[in-house]
């Protein structure tokens, strides 16, 4: 076995995914709170420009990985209609469970599974589209996973990847500062955890930027694939179209 990144610290792969889900199941109560803090209510508008790109029709298959708290899953599940389906997937059955939860009470039952993007447990060409918001960084074989993002979409089919990216340069030191100095006090002073939002703010900065991740999907098969930079690049939209 190799070696990877988690956050800042170098890690055994085999140990990454079990760290990556101790941060999870540790701010799943919180989440979606925090989510609105750190990001002043942005995350909503990258989520809501997500689902603009998408252009998910009625009666079209969908798969949401890393889904969490359902908020693209949710989104995309009142555009396919009965028709369509929209399966919520995510590898930390806490978040997945927060997430189920959400959706139940927003009256919307959609297949809910826990399971791992580098293994994906559905059949080949079955998704029109497949999302996933804020969770490849966390991925520790971003390219297995892109691969099979790749496997389970029909020809045609498209991948959208929301993701914190790297920023433009004049806001830069700004961005730092908030993201060492401010993020994990109210990470500690909201849910209790300063040190898994110190861990966000250094698996940003691990993270391939936007060039980097282009040439990863187009290496993993798809045939088309461009971004778009949210809010001075804090977050891109990658879009790839399977040939």
């Known amino acids: 076995m190799s070696d990877t990144h988690f956050g800042f610290e170098t890690v055994d792969e085999r140990d990454k995914a079990r760290r990556v889900r101790g941060v999870f199941d540790s701010v799943a109560p919180r989440y979606d709170l925090m989510n609105d803090l750190m990001s002043a209510g942005l995350h ?78 559905f059949p080949d060409g079955h998704f029109d589209l497949v999302s996933v918001a804020f969770g490849l960084r966390n991925m520790t074989h971003k390219d297995r996973a892109l691969a099979e993002m790749q496997r389970v979409l029909r020809p045609g089919g498209k991948l959208l990847v929301l993701e914190f990216s790297k920023v433009a340069a004049p806001l830069r030191r700004a961005y730092d500062w908030y993201s060492f100095k401010v993020l994990p006090r109210l990470g500690q002073a909201v849910a209790g955890d300063a040190d898994s939002y110190r861990y966000l703010a250094e698996s940003i900065r691990m993270h391939p930027g936007q060039e980097e991740l282009k040439t990863l999907m187009r290496t993993a098969g798809f045939g088309h694939v461009d971004y778009h930079n949210l809010t001075g690049g804090i977050v891109a939209l990658h879009v790839g179209i399977k040939c």
């Open 44 to 121: 909503r508008a990258w989520k809501a420009y997500t689902v603009l790109v998408a252009n998910v029709q009625p009666g079209q298959q969908v798969l949401d990985i890393a889904g969490g708290t359902g908020d693209l899953a949710m989104a995309f599940a009142r555009k396919v209609g009965a028709r369509g389906r929209v399966v919520h997937t995510d590898i930390n059955h806490a978040m997945l469970s927060t997430g189920r939860d959400r959706l139940l009470d927003a009256g919307l039952v959609l297949p809910t599974v826990v399971c791992d993007a580098e293994k994906l447990p």
